[in-house]
């Protein structure tokens, strides 16, 4: 009987064995190199995407980021959080001064603690952000400082952190590439991302979670990437082994590895190379690179015509609660930052739709609206906090100076008369104002800046102006008024504005709130007057009573009181 001739494997050289550490997906890559010196997973060695392209993604992505924060088009708001748990914290820690949150306040305490304070305290939020970030953004600015750099922080930390956002699509590509092993879905995913109209958007605005997204992706990937090469060693070593064994021991038996030579060690290159129709096969793929390019242009292209812009109101789909001025605010800011004889700047504007200090960038007292009230953040009733570049002098919320409703404005005017350095105004250019006493000096979008003129005609205008504005008749008004401010501390405005209401209409509510003021200053005496004065009106049981508080407004019933 003629013998069968025998296949004699030839070991792979060391060289040319599979390393898992540098694998190219956890489901195997094919085949990189074969024979004829291709790439056999494109079949033609080219794919779709040249090698690099998304290193050419992440640079053009950058580029047109960073141009796009740097242009005041882009200062709108899109969220509260992107000021008030960023960088406006970063600039209180780096400049002394500016607002911050609760989330970012020691817990109150102390003899002297408002029921405000009291109040954030039981709504179980103190401390709960972390610094890190903010403090990410402080190291920046520190370091460009240094360097020298002495124009807005507002417009570095925007760019910087759009720096780091621009890294987004580089990092789902490593992602992609870990889990599939394919460059062309890693470069199509890597597209897509970088030009997602809502990615743009929270890419550009300083949000924890668009900061964080690079960092997830790329960790998450070289994890995955770490324990897949681990387990394929294993498997490998394993397979190895047991070959060996059986080629040892069954002589008789055929058995040629020569098909591993060229493969990654996981699954058998089963695919053969046929060269006669790789041509033929070069034009499919050409056709279908065309097709695969022109649908992510138009995508691209499509998705960045759609970024909001501050010019044609298209952000208000994206705003919070869908306020579209925050641009115009900040841009008129911005330019009150640039003046020299800033001593307070009021503004009828909500200040959470601002970029606060950060863009107005003066060590100022300010009136500014939030929400249905003006609330006065004077020197002041700044709260001291220690932090680690010193004494910080900060202005929080529920720490004012004076607190005045919407529908309490004649009083409001008499505040900015008779507080003179409020020498600045941001004011919408449709609201009604005074026309003498304070000049147009710079307008923009829906808003303009007034300053005070401080001539001596003007200046007694102003004061008959404030002689002549009658106290508001309106007492569910004063008691409202007069109720914040007990809760904030300031107890002496408190008063009057109760006296007046008492004046009025001295119903039983507003001596209520005198025996609780009066025993929250510390004054027992004013305390049994007060009290004295409720039972010769009322039944002595209701005078005991805390008074109702009084709601006007829905986002009101937030609060414990």
């Known amino acids: 009987m003629k013998q069968r001739k025998k296949h004699i494997s030839t070991p792979r050289p060391r060289d040319q064995m599979r390393n898992p550490l540098i694998a190219d997906g956890f489901l195997g890559n094919n085949c990189k190199k074969g024979n004829h010196g291709y790439d056999l997973d494109n079949e033609d060695g080219q794919g779709l995407f040249p090698r690099y392209s998304e290193w050419i993604v992440f640079v053009v992505t950058l580029v047109l980021r960073c141009n796009y924060v740097s242009q005041k088009d882009s200062w709108w708001v899109l969220h509260p959080d992107e000021i008030f748990q960023a960088m406006e914290v970063a600039y209180s820690e780096l400049q002394g001064y500016g607002f911050r949150p609760y989330e970012f306040l020691p817990p109150a305490s102390g003899p002297n603690v408002t029921s405000a304070r009291m109040q954030e305290s039981m709504l179980g939020m103190y401390a709960m952000r972390s610094f890190i970030y903010p403090r990410i953004l402080t190291g920046a600015g520190y370091i460009a400082l240094l360097l020298g750099y002495n124009s807005s922080l507002f417009v570095l930390w925007r760019m910087f952190h759009a720096s780091i956002t621009s890294c987004l699509p580089l990092s789902v590509y490593v992602f992609c590439k870990v889990v599939t092993g394919n460059h062309d879905l890693s470069m199509i995913s890597c597209i897509l991302v970088a030009s997602s109209t809502h990615l743009w958007v929270f890419g550009t605005h300083t949000l924890l979670n668009s900061f964080l997204s690079p960092f997830v992706f790329l960790v998450i990937g070289y994890l995955i990437k770490f324990i897949t090469a681990f387990s394929v060693e294993n498997n490998i070593n394993g397979n190895v082994q047991e070959m060996g064994n059986g080629i040892q021991h069954n002589n008789n038996n055929d058995y040629n590895i020569h098909t591993m030579n060229n493969c990654n060690g996981v699954h058998r290159c089963n695919k053969q190379v046929d060269t006669s129709n790789h041509e033929s096969v070069q034009i499919g793929r050409n056709e279908s690179r065309v097709c695969h390019v022109f649908v992510l242009g138009y995508f691209s292209g499509f998705q960045y015509q759609s970024v909001p812009n501050s010019t044609d109101n298209s952000v208000k789909e994206w705003t919070y609660e869908g306020k579209t001025d925050s641009h115009d605010v900040n841009v008129c800011l911005d330019f009150i930052g640039q003046q020299s004889d800033v001593t307070g700047v009021f503004m009828d504007r909500d200040i959470h739709m601002t970029g606060g200090y950060t863009v107005l960038r003066q060590n100022v007292p300010w009136f500014s609206l939030i929400n249905t009230e003006f609330r006065e953040f004077s020197k002041e009733s700044r709260l001291a906090v220690w932090s680690f570049y010193g004494n910080r002098e900060i202005s929080i919320t529920s720490q004012i100076s004076n607190y005045v409703h919407i529908q309490n404005t004649p009083f409001l005017l008499k505040c900015l008369i008779r507080q003179k350095e409020y020498n600045y105004l941001v004011m919408k250019i449709t609201r009604q104002f005074i026309t003498r006493g304070y000049v147009e000096v710079f307008r923009y979008g829906t808003m303009h800046v007034l300053k005070r003129s401080f001539d001596s005609q ?44 008492a004046e009025i209409n001295s119903d039983l509510q507003v001596y209520q709130f005198l025996v609780e003021l009066y025993r929250r200053k510390g004054e027992p005496v004013k305390t049994r007057d007060a009290f004295t004065a409720c039972k010769q009106k009322f039944v002595e049981a209701d005078c005991l009573k805390n008074a109702r508080k009084i709601t006007l407004f829905e986002h009101e019933r937030i609060s414990l009181k």
Do not use: R
């Open 458 to 501: 003007e200046e007694s205008y102003l004061e008959k102006v404030e002689k002549s504005i009658t106290d508001n008749k309106n007492t569910t008004i004063l008691k409202y008024e007069g109720q914040w401010l007990m809760s904030y501390g300031n107890y002496n405005l408190a008063e009057n504005k109760f006296i007046k209401s």
